[in-house]
């Protein structure tokens, strides 16, 4: 399993990158290995808030449906328009292809509470 | 002429349109001996592709050859877990079509369907004696409807409080219709985790002056008997919210513990599964909801009642939720859960709730050590095991699709989701030791397979009419309708 460097975890099983202001997110490769085959993608419009804790996504495999919950606060500036015809990509390629929405957050320095790659490995491992 | 795959004489069969042969019918039409009228030219319905063009016996044959492909409780196990697939008596069916109950129309006057109406009434007052809420609907027409109005219900009693809460607590060992309801009836929905059972300190937590409800599945997805739920409702109630319990499993607790006794406000029942009526299918279920007293008032309507020796259905009620449905009910689905009730009797009740549970702890009991149990709490009614430790890739999907091979339905997978990989197993009372038995005895082989010959979980089915299907391509590209090949 891949668990790049350069991103930060949650303990929800999503990753987020900060690239200039703005914080991409996805779920981990640990994430899409648990859900199975992806079918169906649900994604927030651009514009709208999202809050911490609360749902903005809903990822639906072969075995459930899940909520994907914001790990920061902030305003949505982009998502993933391809994904939703293209919902394999976050088990193929869940870094990449499969990144879900951009955000503006409101306090960038939320990133710094969240694990890195190592740290991450550790609280899967635990779970 | 169709090239018949066969295994023996089980029946291949493709779709009716590719059965179509040109020109083919079924019916001569006598020579029309009077004037011919062609209707206006906007009422034709244009030429529809494909159609296909078979004889009569051409399709008895295609829908007979289908409905060998059914698989119901009846033809063996079937023990999906969470949906308590009983055995429906036929007695239970007899009475249904009783011409008097068969043919009365739901529009007849009340003082013409005095028995339909008693039997209605009477089935509610034995509900709440096996429940323990003083009042009831029978009115909703599947579990999912009877979490909807309990919910209305619930929201109607805080909105005449003068309450504005939005918020909806829900453990992650309930149902998945509870957020799905809550979330319909435009709440919030708290998720609150628990380790296997639901704990006061949990809900304390998450309790505050937004919480409308609690929303409680009792005994939980894991088969587990929620063992704080009366500490739990006495706080719920003191910080101004109700509970809900969803009932689908309340065949763990016939005769044995009442949910309205704990402090439950709120309580659908699902008569296809507890009551033995049919199941599936997209056939009718019902799910009557139990209500405290002070819930009472915002029953749906119509409510039946009984004046003297009179039965009628009452619309007359300011503060109810108004009715969920046209007519009184699914009342078919009544009927033979009022016929099971009176064959069973009391203690017939609770001696199926205990044969459920004695199953299911014995399943528990002979897997136990080749399967991994993620709770090692003794469940009630039914058991979830998961694929944690099973060797050579060997995971959930495979051993139930192994199971289809030994010619047993497979149990539900994947479900509780807080079981990864979950097996959950539901035997009901109705299976014997000896089907037990063969069950565990399938289950034992196909872990053993799993250590030795992996290939044999993996490849399977291979006994089945079809092999294993591409569950995630008929997801992603569902084919809906036919279409004619270009």
């Not at chain 1, 870094?95 to 969240?114: H, N, Q, R």
């Not at chain 2, 089980?10 to 001569?28: H, M, P, V």
């Not at chain 2, 119901?72 to 069916?93: A, Q, R």
């Not at chain 2, 969803?246 to 704990?262: K, M, S």
Request: net charge negative; with cysteine; charged share 25%.
């Amino acid at each position: 399993m891949d668990f790049p460097e350069e991103l930060k975890y949650t303990e929800e099983h999503e990753w987020v990158l900060l690239e200039g202001d703005l914080v991409s997110i996805g779920i981990s490769d640990f994430a899409q290995d648990q859900l199975g085959d992806v079918v169906f993608v649900e994604l927030p419009e651009p514009g709208e808030r999202v809050e911490v804790g609360k749902p903005f996504a809903v990822v639906e495999s072969v075995k459930a449906v899940s909520d994907i919950y914001a790990p920061l606060e902030g305003e949505i500036i982009e998502v993933n328009s391809e994904l939703p015809d293209a919902p394999e990509s976050i088990n193929t390629s869940p870094y990449e292809d499969g990144w879900m929405i951009k955000i503006k957050p409101d306090d960038p320095t939320a990133l710094d509470g969240m694990m890195d790659a190592s740290e991450y490995q550790a609280f899967i491992e635990e779970e | 002429m169709s090239a018949i795959k066969s295994k023996g004489l089980i029946l291949d069969e493709k779709l009716i349109f590719e059965r179509s042969a040109a020109g083919r019918c079924g019916y001569d039409l006598p020579v029309l001996d009077v004037p011919a009228v062609e209707p206006e030219s906007g009422l034709l319905r244009k030429e529809i592709e494909g159609f296909p063009e078979l004889s009569e016996v051409d399709v008895v044959r295609h829908y007979t050859r289908l409905s060998t492909w059914n698989y119901g409780v009846d033809s063996g196990f079937y023990p999906l877990g969470s949906c308590t697939m009983k055995y429906n008596p036929k007695i239970n069916e007899v009475a249904a079509r009783l011409p008097g109950f068969a043919h009365l129309h739901p529009a007849t006057p009340d003082r013409l369907a005095q028995g339909a109406l008693r039997l209605m009434y009477e089935l509610q007052e034995a509900l709440c004696e096996i429940s323990g809420f003083p009042a009831l609907t029978l009115q909703p027409s599947a579990g999912a409807h009877g979490e909807f109005a309990g919910m209305l219900m619930i929201h109607a009693w805080h909105q005449a409080q003068g309450n504005r809460r939005h918020k909806v607590l829900i453990p992650d060992t309930a149902h998945g219709t509870n957020p799905a309801t809550a979330a319909l009836c435009g709440y919030e929905v708290v998720p609150i985790a628990s380790d296997g059972v639901l704990s006061l300190e949990a809900v304390e937590a998450a309790m505050d002056e937004d919480v409308a409800a609690l929303m409680v599945t009792n005994p939980n997805t894991l088969g587990l008997f929620e063992s704080n739920i009366r500490e739990i409702c006495d706080l719920v109630h003191s910080r101004g919210g109700l509970v809900y319990c969803d009932g689908a499993n309340l065949n763990a607790l016939l005769g044995v513990c009442r949910p309205g006794d704990l402090g439950i406000d709120v309580m659908h029942f699902n008569l296809h599964k507890t009551f033995a009526t049919p199941h599936g299918g997209g056939g009718p279920g019902a799910g009557p909801v139990g209500v405290s007293a002070e819930l009472a008032p915002f029953l749906p309507v119509p409510v039946v009642v009984k004046d003297g020796e009179q039965f009628r259905l009452v619309n007359d009620r300011p503060q109810s939720i108004g009715p969920l449905r046209t007519f009184s009910s699914q009342f078919g689905i009544l009927v033979r859960a009022y016929a099971y009730l009176l064959t069973m009797g009391p203690s017939g009740l609770k001696r199926a709730t205990e044969l459920a549970v004695l199953n299911a702890n014995y399943i528990r009991a002979r897997l136990e050590g080749s399967y991994h149990l993620p709770y090692k709490q003794r469940s009630l009614h039914e058991v979830v095991f998961s694929d944690v430790g099973q060797p050579n890739d060997c995971h959930t999907l495979d051993i139930a699709k192994r199971l289809l091979d030994y010619g047993f339905h497979p149990p539900t997978i994947y479900f509780p989701l807080v079981v990864q990989g979950a097996l959950m197993i539901e035997p009901t009372e109705t299976e014997s030791k000896q089907e037990l038995d063969e069950f565990c005895d399938a289950l034992l082989a196909i872990a053993e397979e799993a250590k030795t010959s992996p290939h044999l979980l993996h490849e399977a089915p291979v006994n089945a009419r079809t092999r294993r299907l591409d569950e995630t391509l008929a997801a992603r590209k569902p084919k809906l309708r036919w279409v004619p090949e270009a």
